[in-house]
């Protein structure tokens, strides 16, 4: 069975969001809105490059340290398919740099933020066809703001640039996975940067594609969305987190929201950062299942249940 093992965050320093949005053309009404509305107040932004955030995230990460052989793979889930300029890998820097370059090393992008949702499910599928019950995989999420076109969605959120490591093992007892659902929403003209028209049909999706994947997520656990002791959700914004609770009949002090205003969407990362904020506060105890969410522009939903 998939289990996460450990996992570690990394939040760099946070610039106000005001500045920011101006920075990015947008107007005064605009940067409102996302503050009054969308309840972001400050973001994860540094001069600190990808593999050193990375490296960061990594080196915090309990488990990994000496036990570096067991690595077998070494997964990168990003959401913009490109990181650096060919031949430059900062992926590959931080295999070495961890001492594991004796491990197979890939990037996903396919499901874009919900990548890292689908790296730790095929990560657990590749470890338990290799059978050997020691054996381990390194996920590694979280990337640049490194151009205009990926620092925002429009209408949505802002992104932010905290890291996280996650070790994955294929038994054990610790964070088992319960239930993964995913839909993929395929478009012609899928892309971060979506057209207005995309734009348009992923608002009209939104509320339902999520609601289909977080109740088929926990259905294969064979329990309901109100068993589902704590939420561990994308960052994007407070205001569509709320809608969400109130379509759902969840109760919104089990979303953990406590990050949105003060991190800003990190890509991939944002479920996992979560998972280690909630778990230095005591909002994760022995026995409760929690949700992860995540949501890839394209349009990919994805959720995945685990027991604590």
């Known amino acids: 069975m998939t289990s996460i093992v450990a996992v570690s965050a990394h939040l760099p ?55 570096e052989d067991r690595v077998r793979y070494v997964v990168r889930a990003r959401t913009v398919p490109f990181a650096a300029p060919y031949p430059a890998s900062p ?48 996920v590694l999420l979280g990337e640049k703001a490194f151009t205009p076109s990926v620092a925002m969605i429009p209408n949505v959120g802002v992104m932010g640039e905290g890291t996280a490591a996650v070790l994955v093992g294929s038994g054990g007892s610790q964070d088992r996975l319960l239930g993964y659902a995913t839909r993929s929403y395929g478009r012609a003209d899928a892309a971060f940067v979506m057209s207005d ?21 926990v259905a294969q656990a064979g329990i309901a969305l109100a068993d589902v002791d704590l939420v561990l959700p994308h960052n994007v914004n407070r205001i569509s987190w709320a809608r969400s609770a109130e379509d759902l009949g969840l109760d919104p002090d089990r979303i953990f929201l406590d990050n949105v205003a003060e991190t800003g969407h990190c890509f991939c990362a944002d479920p996992f950062i979560n998972f280690a904020s909630a778990s230095e506060l005591g909002r994760l105890r022995p026995g409760d299942r929690y949700l992860m969410t995540s949501v890839g522009l394209g349009s990919t939903f994805s959720a995945m249940l685990f027991e604590h």
């Open 13 to 67: 320093d946070t610039v106000p969001v005001g500045p920011l949005l101006d920075s990015l053309g947008l107007d005064a009404v605009r940067v409102l809105r996302y503050q009054r509305i969308y309840g972001l107040s400050k973001i994860c932004r540094t001069a600190d490059s990808e593999a050193d955030l990375l490296l960061a995230a990594a080196g915090k990460l309990e488990g990994l340290a000496g036990q």
């Open 197 to 217: 028209q995309g734009a348009a049909e992923f608002r009209r999706i939104y509320a339902d594609g999520l609601a289909e994947v977080m109740a088929a997520a």
């Open 91 to 138: 992926l590959a820097r931080v295999r070495d740099e961890l001492g594991l370059r004796h491990a197979k090393t890939f990037t996903l992008s396919e499901h874009a933020c919900a990548s890292g949702l689908l790296a730790v499910d095929l990560c657990g599928t590749l470890l338990a066809a290799d059978g050997d019950p020691d054996a381990l995989a390194l």
